[in-house]
Nanobody, 122 residues
Framework: QVQLQEPGPGLAKPSQTASLTCTLS??????????WSWTRQPPGKGLEWMGAIAYSGYTYYSPSLKSRTPISRDTPKNQFTLQLSSVTPEDTAVYYC??????????????WGQGTQVTVSS
């Protein structure tokens, strides 16, 4: 069974770059037909899909975040990483890594990590 593990909670200061790495077990990040997403939920708000990297390595991004959220992968380590640059307090959220058969991760489908809290504060 596929399991996704995000890092522990973190704190970042405004304008810094936050990096989150999701580690996959029970499967391969190159499994045909799957997309590996980052989705976040700010306090009091709904889920926001940020972007995904496909089994092929191709990347997809939310238009509103594209320039700030490159996603990469380390295939031998079975990991994929989100880098969020120039963070602001509005980036404070619980961040989830997700496996889905669609590019945009769906709330009630796929495999989700447990989520990790990222807080941006000076």
């Amino acid at each position: 069974q596929v399991q996704l593990q995000e890092p522990g909670p973190g704190l970042a200061k405004p304008s810094q770059t936050a990096s989150l790495t999701c580690t996959l077990s029970g499967g391969s990040i190159t499994m045909n037909g799957y997309y590996w997403s980052w989705t976040r939920q700010p306090p009091g708000k709904g889920l926001e899909w940020m972007g995904a990297i496909a089994y092929s390595g191709y990347t997809y991004y939310s238009p509103s975040l594209k320039s700030r959220t490159p996603i990469s992968r380390d295939t031998p380590k079975n990991q994929f990483t989100l880098q969020l640059s120039s963070v602001t307090p509005e980036d404070t959220a619980v961040y989830y890594c997700v496996r889905d058969s669609r590019v945009i991760a769906r709330a009630d489908f796929g495999s989700w990590g447990q989520g990790t809290q990222v807080t941006v504060s000076s």
